[in-house]
């Protein structure tokens, strides 16, 4: 269990969409593409102009937007244990929370569960995409079935790990209301010190940062974590490092959202601080 207590979730900010293959592919290859697709994503370009073709989701591929938004008004904290698109309605209940605690002037943006594709203020994007926050619509999009894709590329299957990706592109949604997103879009979207690499090592620190508030206080949604549990967030972030997912080969001057070591450092600052302030990958090149 992650998830503490009982009872309904607030799922005013979370709908459903999609329903099926067919919006442009977005070529994974051995994770390089979709790392590659999440930046184009990130700074507002069309996904969809990328490559063509079509796609499947393995988990949800049969549902349409009504089946999901069904799905999601049935979720209880109880079920946020044990169904993944109630973990991910109960994790954006807790990430908002935190937020609305540590940000003056947090906005709640918008969830959007999907399967298989969806039409986005970013463009189309397909599940081969995986989670990504738009800045144009403020919306942050994912299909369950990433979670798949993610243990297949080495990832955890934990329950905090998949909170951990939501979280991180709540991050995103941070960093877009304090001006970090277009910072970063000036800075580049390739190489070891790019602004895009500063933008994602910081959404893992906002994500590390939501850790460390999670379970706290009287109304703590999440059981107090355990090491088993971060552990399962390091085995994620290591498997999503730009040096992992290239390979042997890995050229830095190629990386978009920073090294194994890079993402577990800097989801382990916010963690460890719990103080956003210490998340500012601008300000330093050690990063």
């Given amino acids: 269990m992650t998830f503490q207590g009982g009872g309904p979730l607030d799922t005013s900010t979370i709908s459903g969409g999609g329903g099926g293959g067919g919006m442009g592919r977005i070529a994974v290859g051995g994770g390089a593409g979709l790392i590659f697709t999440l930046i184009a994503l990130f700074f507002g370009i069309n996904p969809g102009?990328?490559?063509?073709?079509?796609?499947?989701?393995?988990?949800?591929?049969?549902?349409?937007?009504?089946?999901?938004?069904?799905?999601?008004?049935?979720?209880?904290?109880?079920?946020?244990?044990?169904d993944d698109v109630c973990r991910i309605v109960a994790t954006v209940n807790s990430v908002n929370k935190v937020w609305e605690e540590q940000l003056p002037g947090y906005t709640k943006p918008q969830t959007k569960i999907f399967s298989g594709s969806v039409n986005t203020?970013?463009?189309?994007?397909?599940?081969?995409?995986?989670?990504?926050?738009?800045?144009?619509?403020?919306?942050?999009?994912?299909?369950?079935?990433?979670?798949?894709?993610?243990?297949?590329?080495?990832?955890?299957?934990?329950?905090?790990?998949?909170?951990?990706v939501i979280a991180h592109e709540y991050g995103h949604h941070v960093e877009n209301l304090t001006g970090v997103l277009s910072k970063g879009n000036r800075m580049g979207a390739q190489g070891p010190k790019s602004g895009s690499v500063r933008i994602e090592l910081q959404a893992d620190c906002l994500a590390g940062v939501w850790a460390y508030h999670s379970d706290k206080g009287p109304d703590a949604m999440l059981e107090p974590l355990t090491q088993d549990q971060i552990a399962?967030?390091?085995?994620?972030?290591?498997?999503?490092?730009?040096?992992?997912?290239?390979g042997a080969n890995s050229n830095p001057e190629g990386w978009?959202?920073?090294?194994?070591?890079?993402?577990?450092?800097?989801?382990?600052?916010?963690?460890?601080?719990?103080?956003?302030?210490?998340?500012?990958?601008?300000?330093?090149?050690?990063?």
């Fill in 49 to 82: 102009s990328i490559t063509g073709g079509t796609t499947t989701s393995d988990s949800m591929s049969s549902q349409g937007s009504s089946e999901i938004d069904q799905h999601i008004q049935s979720c209880t904290i109880e079920k946020a244990n044990t």
């Fill in 232 to 246: 399962d967030v390091v085995q994620t972030a290591k498997a999503i490092g730009d040096d992992t997912i290239q």
């Fill in 121 to 164: 203020g970013c463009g189309p994007a397909t599940s081969d995409t995986g989670p990504f926050y738009c800045p144009a619509d403020q919306t942050i999009y994912i299909d369950p079935s990433f979670f798949t894709m993610l243990r297949r590329m080495g990832g955890s299957n934990g329950a905090l790990a998949q909170e951990y």
């Fill in 256 to 287: 978009t959202h920073g090294s194994a070591q890079q993402r577990v450092r800097w989801f382990g600052i916010g963690y460890k601080s719990g103080d956003p302030r210490q998340c500012d990958t601008f300000a330093t090149n050690d990063l």
